[in-house]
Every structure is written in structure tokens, then in C-alpha cells.
């Protein structure tokens, strides 16, 4: 037996021992009195009645130990032209002031703050001076829609908003201020202060008697030392969207959570503390807490914050410049980053601009990754690349090749085997286990590992009925796709991306994983498309690489005989359009619902994580060439 499948086992047949091996590398105030508290199935509390601060084993614990010389952060901003780093003990001397600026402003322990805040160290620093008061701090990222902040405010009702005063976009400056004034005065719940950082490109005008400017609340605070929370108690609120319009608040505790990401650096990434990791992501989303901040400050690691975009800062090569520039041993973004980066140099010519000699693995997940891309970076890289799956519920990964443990084959196409501590299965409508290869919903046996979302934020029914009501005794993930043979987890796409076709179910991840091979498409997406005949019919959507000159009615024709000779003609598909780019969240996940919407002229609101919300008019601009969205 392997030494994954050996790890895999234990943590399925005797959890509490694996686990309380795992939180050995945590320093606990207090013992827990149980590891797995399981009174009711539903009712499941890790290390309950253990105690600790998961800011102090982030950062002080570090200094403690003679380690407080290496960086902690390493600050690059490509679009403020900026680098920084930081240390452990400067992280730990400017966390404990603002911690103490929190206190001097009214947060105490179980408050809620809000942080609206930019890709700067000021964000780090404020998520983990919650964390040392055992407050509950709710990153909503920086520049999100005064309404949607509002509804966040209403829920969360938090003591404190920290934020600053813009943000830096590559062609523009997007201001916070004015966006969080709009947002407070539409919310009914009104905060005691807000606390703004002040950024030299921008300066917020201040709302006196509420606003107090970060440098001087600092200045006038006495450093606070960490404050002893449960095990069990809220670490943070992460809001994600609805099916209803009301945002999902997802609970991460401080117990699991820590031991949870510790163990995942090491065993999942393969890293050692003092290396470098870099997680590309925003700390607006479940990535940039994970493993932007909590995750890699746990285990003593260095990482990376980086303010920019895969492309444009200044071009297609910012990645290298930065894995390069700070050593990077492990790197993680969005398959969609490298699809961006894949259109803009197809042939990965500015990778040979830099030495990353140094960079040992690429990590992927946000969005499925298509085996071309994953081939282009393998190819291009030379290092393994590994797609992984997980969630914002969830924490970290479900599904993953964990180099840590042992590196196995890498499959195209699939996100892996369970990681040890998921017990994962690919379920029929009746809630039966199918076939090997056979697509099913993909459900994860309960109870879930540490670090997993307790609950919703006061919404307890809401969160059975979310994810525990469908399949009992089994949390839903939404998730569609196949376990094959050897246990490798194929996730197709979101279980409402299952289309129907005349009576067969067919996933449009397949049909996706097909146009991508196309030697002229970067990037695609597949939608359902509501048709009288069939019930609903496969739609293409393609963007081209850089430099492409060829005549997009030949490239469609293309694919259609791709899609037809490698699925089948059950999947009839017949139609696709090339558009210049596709909807997304700033994440970097690809808006297909809104984009069935505007296909079948359905009314849709424009959703509050859009990227750029002029796309949609270029997407129904573009499918009226071929008959959708209204009138051609």
C-alpha cells in the first residue's frame, strides 16, 4: 500500500487519532476534552474544549522560537511599482498596535469587523489583529458594490469596518471610500467606528466622530497581547453568493482551522517552513485566507502578497518575474489565470526571461482546469502541475495530489484523490453510490474534517437545508463528476451544469474539455441553452489566442466536428460563438448561469462579483449573430 493510501485509510477509519496527531503541530492555551464531539450527526465539533489564539501560532509563536529574523510577507505591488517584507517580529509588533487600536475603538472578543481592504500588508494585518483579540473579522474584497457590502453589514452587524481608501486597478483607481459611505448609509445596522488607511494615490475625506485614520489610531494604541478563544469559537465569516440573493455567511472555527491548514502545507503542498509559497489570489476569497495569510504563517512559511494581475502588469510574464524574484518554491492560482496568460503568449516565451529553477510545483483550482492548459504549464514549466479541488465551505482541499505525502501520477482532467480526512463519493438521485467512470453528484461523508464550515452565520436551518437535506448523513457539494478506478475525482462541473438533452444528462465540463483542445481556443465555456425541440441544447463559447487570424466561422466548424467525434452525436452540438473574452468573478470562476440567462432573453441580475459588468452586453451582442439573446 502507498503512503497515501495509507494516510487516506487511517484518517477514515480512526479520525480522532489521525487528527490529534495533526494537532500536535498547533501550540494549544488548553487541551481539547475530546477531539471529534459528535452528540448528534449534524451537531459535530472538533477539539471541543480546547483553547488557543490562531494569531499567536501564526505569528508569535514563530519570534518565540528563535525564527522571528525571516520574512514573513513579502509585499509586491506591480501596479503601485512597491515591494516590502516583513518580518516575524515586525508582523507580530504591528499586528498586537493594531489589535490594540481595535480595543482602543470597541472590539473585544466575539465582535464582528468587516475588512473592505486592497492587496496590501494593512489587510494581512488586520485579519490577524482580529484573530489576536478573538474577534471575528469578514473580508469582503476590496471594491465590491456598495449594495452587496450593505446586505454583509446587515448580517455580519460588525462593531469596526477597517478599509482604506482605494484600490489599484491596472487602467484605473477604484476608491473605497465613497463605496463604503454608500454602503452604510443603505445598511440599517451602522457600526461604531471605521478605521481607513490612508493610500498615497488617494486620499478618503473622513466622516468625523466615526472615521479614525489607521496611522494615528496606531500611533495612540498600546500593543495587545493574544486573547484565549474555544476551540470551537468563529475565527471568521466569509460571505458567499446565494441561491436566494442572500449571501452565505460560511463559519470557519479556530481549532480545526489551524490544525487543518498546518497540516496542509506540508502534506498537500510539499513545503517546509522558511520556503516561500505564493498563492495568487485575492483575500477576498477563501484562497487568499487560506493561503494567502492563515495557512503559510501557521507553518512558519513566507508568503507572497501580490497586487496585480496575471496579465497587463505590465504583461504576461508578471507571474515569472515574481516566482523568480522571491525564490518561490510552491505556487497556487486559478486555472484561469494561465489560461490569460496562455492567450496573451501562446507559446510561453516570456517564461525564458527568468530563473525558475527554483519553483518545484503549480498548483491549480477555482475553476475546472481543462488538460490542455494543465499540458501547456507542464510543458512550459517542467515541474508538476497539480489541479485541486475545493470550496469556500470547505476551507482547503477535498481533492488534491498531495505532494507532501507522495507524489502520484498526474491525471489530465481530474482533480486527484481524496485527501486524507475526505471521504468522498459520486452519488445517484436515490443517494446510491454509481459506478466507477459513471457521473454522479459529489457528496463527502460526514462528519468533515477539521477546518470545514460548522454552519452558516446565524442560519442553522439554512445550512441544513443547503448542504446536509439532499443526500442524509452526506454534505452536498453542488459538484458534479466521477470517481474512476483508482479513486481519482473527475469534477465535470456544477451539478446545475448538467444539461439535458433530449433525455440525456451530459456535462458541459466534457464538452468544454474537448473545445479547449483546440489548437486556437485559450479559453471556452459551455453552456445549456433552452431549445423547444430537446429540452436544452450545448453551446459554445470560445476565446482565441493571441495572433489568431483565421476566419472564427472555420474555427467554430472546427470544433463542432471535435465535439461530435470525441463525445458523440448525443451531445448535438452544433453551435458556438468566438467572443473576445467571457464573464467572470474576480476570482477568476466563469459566470455560466448568467450567461444561459442571457441566451434564453431570461431576465438576470448582474451579479455582485463580476469582474467587468460591460462583458455581459458584449456576450448578447455576440450570441445575436447566432440566433439568442433576443432577435439576431
Not at 315 to 321: E, I, Q, S
Not at 410 to 433: E, F, Q
Request: proline share 6%; charged share 20%.
Amino acid at each position: 500500500m502507498s503512503k497515501y493510501h495509507e494516510a487516506h485509510r487511517a484518517s477514515i477509519e480512526s479520525p480522532e487519532e489521525f487528527w490529534a496527531q495533526a494537532a500536535e503541530g498547533i501550540d494549544w492555551e488548553k487541551p481539547w476534552d475530546r477531539v471529534l464531539d459528535n452528540p448528534a450527526p449534524l451537531t459535530y465539533r472538533w477539539f471541543a474544549g480546547g483553547q488557543l489564539n490562531t494569531c499567536y501560532n501564526a505569528v508569535d509563536r514563530h519570534v518565540e522560537r528563535g525564527r522571528g529574523d525571516q520574512t514573513a510577507i513579502i509585499y509586491d505591488s506591480a501596479v503601485a511599482d512597491t515591494r516590502r517584507k516583513i518580518t516575524y517580529t515586525e508582523l507580530r509588533d504591528e499586528v498586537a498596535h493594531f489589535a490594540g487600536a481595535l480595543a482602543a475603538n470597541g472590539v473585544s472578543r466575539g465582535d464582528r469587523v468587516i475588512i473592505y481592504m486592497p492587496m496590501i500588508p494593512q489587510a494581512i494585518i488586520a485579519v490577524l489583529a482580529c484573530a489576536r483579540l478573538g474577534a471575528v473579522h469578514s473580508v469582503v474584497f476590496g471594491g465590491f458594490a456598495a449594495a452587496e457590502l450593505a446586505t454583509r453589514i446587515d448580517d455580519a452587524k460588525p462593531t469596526m469596518i477597517v478599509s482604506a481608501s482605494c484600490g489599484i486597478e491596472p487602467s484605473r483607481l477604484v476608491e473605497y471610500k465613497p463605496l463604503l459611505d454608500e454602503a452604510i448609509d443603505l445598511a440599517s445596522h451602522k457600526p461604531g467606528h471605521c478605521i481607513i488607511f490612508q493610500r498615497p494615490q488617494a486620499e478618503a475625506s473622513m466622516v468625523d466622530g466615526r472615521d479614525v485614520d489607521w496611522n494615528e489610531a496606531v500611533a495612540a494604541a498600546e500593543p495587545h497581547d493574544c486573547v484565549t478563544v474555544e476551540a470551537t469559537d468563529p475565527l471568521y465569516l466569509l460571505y458567499t453568493s446565494g441561491t436566494t440573493g442572500q449571501p452565505k455567511g460560511i463559519v470557519r472555527d479556530n481549532g480545526g482551522h489551524a490544525v487543518a491548514l498546518h497540516w496542509s502545507m506540508k502534506h498537500i503542498y510539499g513545503v517546509e517552513p522558511g520556503e516561500v509559497y505564493w498563492a495568487a489570489s485575492d483575500i477576498g476569497w477563501v484562497v487568499g485566507h487560506s493561503y494567502i495569510i492563515y495557512g503559510p504563517l501557521l507553518h512558519g512559511n513566507t508568503t507572497v502578497l501580490f497586487e496585480g494581475k496575471p496579465v497587463g502588469t505590465p504583461d504576461a510574464g508578471a507571474f515569472w518575474r515574481v516566482a523568480a524574484e522571491h525564490k518561490v518554491a510552491a505556487m497556487f492560482t486559478a486555472p484561469t489565470a494561465f489560461r490569460a496568460i496562455k492567450q496573451q503568449d501562446p507559446n510561453g516565451e516570456l517564461i525564458g526571461n527568468y530563473d525558475l529553477s527554483g519553483l518545484r510545483t503549480l498548483f491549480l483550482a477555482g475553476e475546472r482546469c481543462d488538460p490542455d492548459t494543465l499540458h501547456w504549464a507542464e510543458d512550459r514549466l517542467g515541474i508538476p502541475v497539480i489541479d485541486h479541488w475545493w470550496q469556500t465551505e470547505t476551507g482547503w482541499a477535498i481533492a488534491a495530489n498531495c505532494v507532501g505525502i507522495e507524489l502520484l501520477p498526474v491525471k489530465a482532467g481530474s482533480v486527484g484523490p481524496a485527501v486524507p480526512g475526505w471521504d468522498v463519493h459520486a452519488l445517484d438521485i436515490k443517494g446510491n453510490d454509481v459506478a466507477p467512470g459513471d457521473v454522479g453528484a459529489i457528496a463527502c461523508k460526514l462528519p468533515l474534517p477539521p477546518g470545514t464550515l460548522p454552519g452558516l452565520w446565524n442560519a442553522e436551518e439554512r445550512f441544513r437545508e443547503s448542504y446536509l437535506a439532499t443526500f442524509p448523513g452526506y454534505y452536498e457539494t453542488g459538484d458534479a463528476g466521477y470517481i474512476d478506478d483508482d479513486g481519482y475525482i473527475n469534477v465535470m462541473s456544477r451539478t446545475d451544469d448538467v444539461i439535458n438533452v433530449a433525455g440525456h444528462r451530459l456535462s458541459t465540463g466534457a464538452i468544454e474539455e474537448v473545445l479547449a483542445g483546440h489548437p486556437d481556443v485559450a479559453e471556452c465555456a459551455v453552456i445549456g441553452a433552452a431549445d423547444q425541440m430537446k429540452g436544452q441544447l450545448p453551446l459554445g463559447f470560445l476565446v482565441l489566442k493571441a495572433g489568431v487570424e483565421r476566419d472564427p466561422d472555420d474555427i467554430v466548424a472546427e470544433t463542432v466536428a471535435m465535439v461530435r467525434e470525441k463525445v458523440g452525436p448525443v451531445a448535438v452540438f452544433k453551435k458556438a460563438v468566438v467572443v473576445g473574452r467571457l464573464p467572470k468573478t474576480r476570482s477568476g470562476k466563469i459566470l455560466r448561469g448568467t450567461m444561459r440567462k442571457i441566451a434564453d432573453s431570461d431576465a438576470y441580475k448582474v451579479p455582485a462579483t463580476i469582474e467587468d459588468p460591460a462583458v455581459l452586453d458584449e456576450i448578447a451582442e455576440s450570441l445575436k449573430t447566432i440566433g439568442y439573446a433576443g432577435k439576431g
